[in-house]
């Protein structure tokens, strides 16, 4: 099974409106972490957003927020007002196991994300 | 510049060639990893280092790849004998073992193109 699933290969957003970015993820340890990274067509991936299975509120970045749902292993990204500059792949990331110890990890095949004028 | 770097940023190789790309982490962080990523995909985990210890090595890298971290700060990637299926994208990435969930910040990435 895919440790990470993005079901939307690619997205349209008009500008200023917002849009949100599917991630399930399989694991069965209880300690996890998911994060979010953008990648433009440069090739840098850049840091978003982290959740941490435990945090009980959801992670929020300035435009970014993260809708974690443990229940139905779910970490969607929400980004609020698009900008051009938004145009870009996105990849959501598990690592599994707890932050100190064993470090592995896993990305989605990403969404590219085209914000319109 | 604080952050990840990478050198050389790309790299026209003919085919049976070695390469080598290095990487320099974040100054205090004492992971580092290494990351291949193709076209249309997400990147694919080759190994990490604890310091200077190589911890994990994916199935992915194979007896022709190679990535030492001698002094547990910058780290180097070869890959010999190159073939044209080794074209990709080499992403480092560096992380703080327990601060932040362990995030990782990577490189811009060193592009290979095996000719």
């Known amino acids: 099974a895919q440790k990470i699933t993005q079901t939307q290969p690619g997205m349209f957003v008009q500008e200023k409106e917002a849009v949100t970015l599917d991630c399930t993820y399989d694991t069965s340890d209880q300690s996890y972490g998911l994060f979010w990274y953008k990648q433009p067509s440069s090739g840098e991936m850049i840091f978003l957003i982290y959740q941490g299975s435990y945090d009980e509120q959801n992670a929020t970045e300035g435009r970014y927020s993260l809708n974690f749902q443990k229940a139905r292993k779910s970490a969607n990204l929400v980004i609020s007002a698009s900008q051009l500059g938004d145009s870009a792949m996105y990849f959501c990331?598990?690592?599994?196991?707890?932050?100190?110890?064993?470090?592995?990890?896993?990305f989605g095949t990403g969404t590219k994300l085209q914000v319109i004028p | 510049d604080t952050g990840v770097s990478q050198d050389p940023r790309h790299k026209i190789t003919k085919r049976g060639q070695n390469v080598t790309f290095r990487c320099d982490p974040i100054s205090e962080h004492n992971r580092l990893y290494w990351y291949r990523q193709t076209l249309g995909q997400g990147p694919e985990f080759l190994t990490y280092?604890?310091?200077?210890?190589?911890?994990?090595k994916s199935r992915l890298l194979s007896d022709r790849f190679s990535a030492e971290r001698p002094k547990g700060s910058f780290s180097t990637l070869e890959i010999q004998r190159t073939e044209q299926g080794d074209s990709a994208m080499y992403l480092c990435?560096?992380?703080?073992?327990?601060?932040?969930?362990?995030?990782?910040?990577f490189g811009e990435g060193s592009w290979l193109t095996v000719v």
């Open positions: 280092f604890q310091n200077e210890a190589q911890l994990e």
């Open positions: 990435a560096s992380s703080l073992a327990g601060a932040s969930g362990n995030t990782i910040y």
């Open positions: 990331a598990m690592r599994e196991g707890d932050s100190g110890g064993y470090q592995k990890v896993t």
